[in-house]
């Protein structure tokens, strides 16, 4: 079945780099796009970003000057990379497949 | 960015109740292939959201069909019939005709 799986660091200081994996199964990455989807707590979801089954990526403009998302389809994995982070970046980011998600991840940014 | 707006904020329900939740886009969600892709979101307490319609109408597997969903270009509706304690939670509408894919803020769903 339709698995993907968030990992990566729960703290991060502020201004760092953040490095998150979404790992797959149960698809093939050359079949289907992965999308990144943070929650603030207790506020609704904002997409971030998108890889599509192609290669290609996109972004939403209100983070793409941060943001990076790139895949291994060997690992079934995609990767998702964003910079300077504020505490304002602090939520639950979770990885999408048309109606799959993942159990999410929490990020803290905080010194 | 397209902003999705969701009535009511909350809603306080009595199982077995009825109640409607409406979504409303500032742009047209109907893409150039001619389908709309509105789709409808659970968010249970400390859980991922589950996606529970797609493209408006189509049930995910799984999904009981006292949920159903209505709606067209800018104006959505999703009805729950006969309330459960199991559909408890946030409710989201989302869209994917346009980038960026934007939610709604939320319905939260509480018992009376």
């Known amino acids: 079945q339709v698995q993907l799986k968030e990992s990566g660091p729960g703290l991060v200081q502020p201004s760092e780099t953040l490095s998150l994996t979404c790992t797959v199964s149960?698809?093939?990455?050359?079949?289907?796009?992965v999308s990144w989807v943070r929650q603030p707590s207790g506020k609704g979801p904002e997409w971030m970003g998108r890889?599509?089954?192609?290669?290609?990526?996109a972004y939403n403009s209100a983070l793409k000057s941060r943001l990076s998302i790139s895949r291994d389809t060997s690992k079934n994995q995609v990767f998702l990379k964003m910079n300077s982070l504020q505490t304002d970046d602090t939520g639950t980011y979770y990885c999408?497949?048309?109606?799959?998600w993942g159990q999410g991840v929490m990020v803290t940014v905080s010194s | 960015d397209v902003v999705m707006t969701q009535t009511p904020p909350s809603l306080s329900v009595a199982i077995g109740q009825s109640v409607s939740i409406s979504c409303k886009s500032s742009?047209?969600?109907?893409?150039?292939?001619?389908?709309?892709?509105l789709h409808w979101l659970l968010q249970s307490s400390g859980r991922s959201p589950k996606r529970l319609i797609y493209?408006?109408?189509n049930l995910d597997s799984g999904v009981p069909d006292r949920f159903s969903g209505t709606g067209s270009q800018k104006d959505f509706t999703l009805k729950i019939s006969r309330v459960e304690a199991k559909d408890l939670g946030v409710y989201y509408c989302?869209?994917?005709?346009?980038?960026?894919?934007?939610f709604g803020a939320g319905t939260k769903l509480e018992l009376k």
């Open positions: 999408t497949r048309e109606g799959h």
């Open positions: 149960g698809f093939s990455l050359t079949s289907y796009s």
């Open positions: 890889m599509w089954y192609d290669g290609d990526t």
């Open positions: 742009q047209s969600l109907v893409y150039s292939d001619g389908k709309t892709y």
């Open positions: 493209q408006v109408s």
């Open positions: 989302a869209q994917t005709t346009h980038f960026p894919n934007t």
